[in-house]
Nanobody
């Protein structure tokens, strides 16, 4: 079975940085795209960043572009989200997810992911 466990969230001041990690179990990790999504109170879950199966292609939402970087280490079956220049509006629960299909292009839609972690809280104070 696939399990995704996020860590690294916390409370940080505006302008600070955090690095989220998502440790994955299950077979064929290196064949699946991985993504980060977030959900703020009262809002729908939204796309943050995604990385393809090999790590060669990444994409991110306009709201985090230039501040957040997604990466992966297939040997460690872990995906990361480096978050710099954090803003109060980045406050949310952050989830990592694994794509439904293997060896495909990067996906940004929630419906393209079928395994999710439990989430980690990120709070940015002003």
């Amino acid at each position: 079975q696939v399990q995704l466990v996020e860590s690294g969230g916390g409370l940080v001041q505006a302008g600070g940085s955090l690095r989220l990690s998502c440790a994955a179990s299950g077979r064929f990790f290196s064949s699946y795209n991985m993504g980060w999504f977030r959900q703020a109170p009262g809002k729908e879950r939204e796309f943050v960043a995604a990385i393809n199966w090999s790590g060669s292609v990444t994409t991110s939402s306009d709201s985090v572009k230039g501040r957040f970087t997604i990466s992966r280490d297939n040997a460690k079956t872990t995906v990361y989200l480096q978050m710099n220049s954090l803003k109060p509006e980045d406050t949310a629960i952050y989830y990592c997810a694994r794509s439904k299909d293997l060896l495909v292009g990067v996906r940004t839609s929630i419906t393209e992911y079928n395994y999710w972690g439990q989430g980690t809280q990120v709070t940015v104070s002003s």
